[in-house]
């Protein structure tokens, strides 16, 4: 059996490389056969011409046979699909613009759909990189007025443990920067402080060494590391005698106990600059005074119970939220709540619904490439008409003819799906560079196999769709009727009802899509144009962190940071500088101060407990930022010298807190309420600042002194000098340095800079909705102007005759372009309907503009308009201006 | 589609293949020859249709039931020979059994009555 499959094989390849042999002896042996026939027959009596005539008759059609004795021989179906690849790159290369539009096109949409199929892959399919990570759930607490509740406060998630039975752990964690000196300036060190329970509520074990334990979790046990995979590599060369030394952060020595593997993904936990490299136990002093009730500056991650759903868990929470505000009405406005969200969520769900709008978007270019393609192949379809009938008369199939109009057309998208693949490499990498914080940098954004599968699934998948469209085209036409039509008859527009629809329906997705940019490109005008609420020109914003044993004293903080102002306030080129605790437009983590908002002639029960966000500032603040002063005054040295503690609110504040009344004068603490505490007087209020974002309401502030309220952890210096940063950077570090050589500066940015990067979500999704906005609007111009020029071309010999007979270019015009105008127009009115629908989607991503926003309608409805105009007048003006005689003799 | 029973002489499908066979059994030979041969033996009966036969020698000597060789005719012409191999012998050996089995239970078949 195998034997005669190989000897068989061994025959046909032996024919195929002799082809020409196998030719002539297909030709010798007929020819013998025909004479002896022929001999015999002129034996029998007839004469010479008769017997060859009749020996033929006998054997029929020769070449008929030859051809089934050569595809006997041969690999038929091989041959075919190669005679047809170059037939189909024959074609191809005839019409080499089109072709190469084409390919670009289609390219261009499997490109951008792969490179973003991607990055939802990554980000919102692939699941969690820990234990059963849809158990995962991010909890915050927060009330009617808080804008992203992000924070809890260690105390009342001791409250949470005790009494919940929905979830199974509560693990919290805060991010921490401190310095390690490694020889040289220090340096900082990205850290994140989590309670002991943390990796087990992750579900991940370490890949050398131990976790944390219970008893390291405490104040002053907890100098203990764990090291990131990365940090470890970087750090210690991978030597697996890291564990049990020690790095120093903030001049202490830390033990190695351990190194996390390399599968743990930790970025999306901070949005410092940089994922965390070092893990320390939280170890929580609840003697300090920052650690009251209200003082939420912890995150919470916690596992639900088996069998609890998150809307359960959502239910007890809540009620143990209200419990906890009736038992502590000082610390906790009544509507306290706490907000569960799955952790995935927490983190990706404000970028979730951009990412799919844009996946979406480039399914939408994708979609107008295949109608462009599908267009392209129609028109050469139509052209090769008549080729086709006569090949069909001449015996070929209609599944011949077919098949073969497939394999130019999956060609097509093969050289395309090849190109895509390559946009798609390129693509993804700028993604990554460009997507906003939460995203950028995460582990496993790259292309990855089944993705790659996905493009060429897609490309194939678009050949053959648009490949069955002049296939059906081509069987369903009557051949004899091509054959009979004369070239040069004068006939209307002979174009099919499918280009008609692919035409409009491309305007129709163009439309939506532009819209969709329009709306979103408004939005980000708008919120550019946002008043942050203080000058960001020519501002610098820098952190330092004081470090050792002799900033326990808060006197000591205080000197230093005074020392330090008045040593920059003294190089040469700074206008102006002054400190604070948290910078405007920081991201929730680290840069968020949020403390319940107590006065002291409302006494308890006070069920509006307001909560504010706090900075501590220098007196000079406000000057340097830039914030305007409302009523009363700014802070002096004088306040600041002096045992009176003074307060500065916001104008919000004043509004919700103070409504009708004065609240100048008015004596305040911030956080939870302690009469043994000094109160602090209410001297001015001050302009509202942005705290969360240009695109985000601007939240109730108040201001506290820093030598009245000592801070000491890391101090935001804001610097206005127009020096450049390099240079400033420099003079301000020597400056902090001389102070105390051990500080840690870090993070020095230009304001704009910051304003800049705060938009960056909203940048992303615009940008990239309106490239994608436009190539749609390209590609349908592309299109309709393929279709007008095909259609004029077709027509050219009737517009000869029209004008040879006088007719009015400006009628002829008008008749010619009708056709394409009307579609683009019903294209128009279908894109206008389904943008009606579609941009209610998009209201989350809107600022300051409605979904529904006339003005953008209107303009982008003229956009298209204009384009569609433009896409038909031209080929249709250049048809008119040919001469005549020359139309006529066209063909 | 022509009518089968106004052409007495066309042969059954298969029944091609067992003739070439049997008429390689006792020599090489080239087609024309082949045909000449079954339509000799079949006493006129049996007429091969010429455009078949050429097409069947080729697809014998793909699946290796015969062998070809080209030589000199007795006129001095360039001609194929085909001759049967061992595997062609032994299906000839084989289709003449079935044959024989075949047309023998049709024609009893044929003589109830």
Request: aromatic share 8%.
């Amino acid at each position: 059996m195998l034997r005669a499959f190989f000897n068989e094989l061994r025959l046909r390849i032996k024919a195929l490389l002799n082809r020409k042999q196998l030719d002539r002896d297909l030709e010798d042996e007929l020819a013998y056969h025909l004479d002896m026939r022929a001999q015999n027959n002129r034996a029998a009596g007839m004469n010479a011409e008769e017997a060859r005539y009749a020996a033929k008759r006998n054997l029929g059609n020769v070449t008929r046979l030859k051809e089934v004795s050569r595809e006997l021989w041969t690999f038929a179906s091989l041959e075919t699909l190669w005679q047809d690849l170059r037939y189909g790159v024959r074609t191809l290369r005839k019409s080499p613009g089109p072709t190469t539009v084409a390919v670009l096109t289609l390219a261009l949409g499997v490109g951008a759909n792969t490179a973003l199929f991607s990055v939802v892959k990554g980000v919102l399919l692939n699941s969690l990189p820990y234990r059963q990570p849809e158990r995962l759930v991010a909890l915050a607490r927060g009330d009617s007025q808080t804008p992203l509740p992000t924070n809890v406060s260690f105390g009342e998630v001791e409250d949470w443990k005790a009494r919940t039975r929905s979830l199974q752990e509560i693990a919290l964690y805060r991010g921490w920067t401190p310095s390690s000196a490694s020889g040289g300036a220090p340096e900082i060190v990205y850290c994140l402080r989590v309670t002991q329970n943390f990796f087990q509520v992750l579900g991940t074990s370490t890949y050398l060494g131990r976790g944390f334990l219970r008893e390291e979790d405490a104040p002053e046990r907890w100098h203990v590391a764990l090291l990131s995979y990365p940090y470890w590599l970087r750090r210690f060369g991978g030597n697996p005698d890291a564990v049990g030394q020690t790095v120093l952060l903030n001049q202490v020595p830390f033990l190695i106990v351990g190194v996390l593997p390399k599968s743990f993904e930790p970025r999306s936990f901070t949005d410092a600059g940089s994922p965390p490299d070092v893990w320390a136990p939280l170890g929580y002093d609840r003697t300090l005074p920052d650690s009251c009730r209200s003082c939420q500056h912890l995150h919470a991650v916690a596992r639900l119970n088996d069998g609890v759903s998150i809307t359960q868990a959502r239910a007890e929470m809540n009620s143990i939220a209200s419990q906890l505000a009736r038992e502590f009405p000082k610390e906790y406005p009544r509507d306290a709540m706490v907000t569960i969200l799955p952790l995935r969520e927490s983190w990706y769900g404000n970028i979730k619904m951009a990412l799919w709008l844009l996946l979406g978007a480039t399914v939408f270019v994708l979609l107008i490439a295949c109608a462009n393609i599908a267009n392209l192949l129609l028109a050469q379809a139509a052209k090769k008409r008549r080729e086709v009938a006569v090949r069909a008369a001449l015996g070929a199939s209609r599944i011949r003819i077919a098949c073969q109009l497939l394999t130019e057309s999956v060609l097509l998208s093969l050289l395309a799906g090849a190109g895509g693949v390559l946009l798609a490499v390129w693509g993804t990498t700028l993604l990554v560079r460009w997507a906003p914080a939460e995203v950028a940098g995460l582990n496993g954004l790259h292309l990855d196999p089944a993705i790659l599968f996905f493009t060429v699934s897609v490309a194939t998948a678009t050949g053959i769709l648009i490949g069955l469209v002049p296939a059906i085209e081509s069987a369903r036409v009557d051949h004899r009727e091509a054959l009979q039509a004369s070239s040069r008859g004068v006939r209307g527009p002979s174009r099919s009802n499918v280009q008609r629809v692919l035409v409009s329906s491309e305007v129709c997705l163009a439309f939506v899509l532009t819209v969709a940019s329009g709306l979103l490109l408004k939005s980000f005008v708008r919120a550019w144009n946002v008043d942050p609420g203080f000058n960001v020109h020519n501002l610098l914003e820098l952190n330092f962190s004081l470090i050792g044993a002799k900033y326990q004293d808060d006197q000591a903080v205080v000197r230093a940071q005074t020392e330090v102002l008045d040593r920059i306030r003294h190089i040469p080129g700074v206008d102006s500088v002054s400190l604070t605790s948290t910078p405007p437009l920081a991201g929730s983590f680290g840069g968020l101060d949020r403390a319940g908002f107590v006065i002291q002639d409302r006494r308890v029960p006070d069920p509006e407990v307001p909560s504010v966000d706090r900075y501590i500032v220098s007196p000079g603040y406000f000057h340097t930022m830039g914030i305007p002063l409302l009523r009363g005054r700014l802070f002096t040295e004088a306040d600041a010298a002096g045992s009176n503690h003074a307060a500065i609110i916001s104008e919000i504040t004043a509004r919700q807190v103070f409504p009708g009344e004065n609240p100048l004068g008015k004596r305040i603490q911030l956080g939870g309420r302690h009469d043994d505490r000094p109160w602090a007087d209410i001297v001015g209020v001050v302009g509202d600042v942005h705290q969360y974002g240009l695109d985000a309401p601007t939240t109730p502030q108040a201001y506290l002194l820093y030598s009245q309220d000592p801070f000491n952890y890391a101090t935001v210096l804001a610097v206005r000098s127009s020096v450049a940063q390099a240079a400033l950077t420099r003079a301000v570090e020597e400056q902090i340095w001389a102070v105390d050589k051990n500080t840690l500066v870090f993070n020095p940015s230009w304001m704009t800079q910051i304003l800049a990067d705060s938009l960056t979500q909203r940048r992303f999704t615009m940008s990239l909705l309106a490239a994608f906005g436009t190539l749609a609007l390209l590609l349908a111009a592309v299109g309709i102007y393929g279709v007008m020029s095909y259609t004029v071309a077709q027509r050219t010999s009737e517009i000869g005759i029209r004008v040879a007979l006088g007719a009015q270019m400006r009628d002829t015009l008008r008749l010619v372009t009708r056709d394409g105008v009307l579609q683009a127009g019903v294209g128009l009115l279908a894109g206008l309907a389904a943008s009606l629908a579609l941009t209610r989607i998009l209201a989350s991503q809107l600022f300051a503009v409605s979904a529904l926003d006339p003005l953008t309608f209107v303009s982008v409805a003229m956009v298209l308009i204009a384009v569609a105009a433009a896409a038909c007048y031209i080929p249709a003006r250049r048809a008119m201006s040919v001469d005549p005689v020359v139309a006529l003799r066209h063909e | 589609m022509k009518d089968k029973r106004e052409n007495p002489g066309d042969l059954l499908q298969g029944t091609l293949d067992l003739l070439i066979l049997k008429a390689l059994a006792k020599g090489s030979m080239h087609g024309y020859g082949v045909a000449e041969w079954i339509h000799e033996s079949s006493q006129d009966v049996l007429r091969v249709e010429e455009g078949a036969l050429y097409p069947a020698l080729h697809r014998l000597e793909l699946r290796g039931l015969l062998a070809s060789e080209w030589g000199t005719s007795d006129n001095n012409r360039r001609a194929k020979y085909y001759a049967l191999t061992a595997t062609g012998r032994k299906r000839l050996a084989e289709e003449t059994e079935y044959w024989r089995r075949m047309s023998g239970a049709v024609a009893r078949v044929l003589q109830t009555a």
